[in-house]
Structures are given as structure tokens and as C-alpha cells.
């Protein structure tokens, strides 16, 4: 390989080498300027926070009526779901099965959201809820008894 042969191919590797450091400044300063939380909220959505521990949801007890982005947080040492209706039963009395889990065909209960599948602990997972409508919403865990273990909570749109 001649010396030009070597200085063209330094060159083109310099070149090739500054561009991406170019990019890769321009990749972070963007990043740097999205708000906190590493997303944004669709347009017309408020966001609701909900946590699940061993065994308990913290959750708002009473929101005003509108569209929620609902960012659930599994900080748990084991798996947990999250299941919301709107009924007019307290969470904690909510229609069971014979294994004490809730029953999620009752009449009783109108389905509003859930969590598809576990989160593993320290998963976090973002749903959406429609909760336009005033009332009551009960919030479960309905694993195999952990609904039994206290993971409930009620909920009040106003």
C-alpha cells in the first residue's frame, strides 16, 4: 500500500469517526431536553401512578373524571398484576371464585383495564384507562391469593 493509499484511508476513518461522534452528540442533547420519566403523554391523557408491593397497591384514592395513562410499578420481590373495574362493590368485597380470587366473569363488574400478564419485580409497565365516566373502580391483584393478601384498592372518579 503507497503512503497516499494510507493517508486516504486515515482520512476516510476520521472523517467516518467524527460524523458519528457528531450524531451521537446530537442523540443526546435530545434526550436530555424529554421531560422527566423518559416519555411523553398523549395529548388528552392525564397519568395515574400505581404501585404494587407484597401485598398491596398504593394507588389514588379518588382522581376527576378523564383519559388515564397508567404507569404501574411492580416493586414487589415477586410478581404482580393489575386488574380494574368499575363496580358499585367495595374492593374488598368484590365477587370471589372458590379459590378466593376474584371472579372476573361476575355480572357485578365492568371491565375497565388490565395488565395482560404479571410484572416481574421491578417491571414497569404503561397502560391506558378510559375513566371519563364519575363512579367507583375497584384495582386488584388477582393472582393466586393475592387478592386474598390484601392486594386491593378502591378507586372514586369524580
Known sequence: MSKRDANSLTGTIIGVLSLLL???L?????MARRPAGAFNVPKGYAVMHVTATDYAIQ???SLPADKYEVVLVNHGSVPHELVMWSTQSS???LPREKDGSVDEESAVLDSVMDSGSSLQPGETRV???DLTAAGHYALVCNLPAHYRLGMHADL???
Do not use: E, Y
Open 127 to 129: 397502560m391506558f384507562a
Open 91 to 93: 374492593a374488598a368485597a
Open 59 to 61: 394507588a389514588p384514592s
Open 156 to 158: 372514586t372518579v369524580h
Open 22 to 24: 457528531v450524531v451521537a
Open 26 to 30: 446530537v442523540l443526546i442533547i435530545a
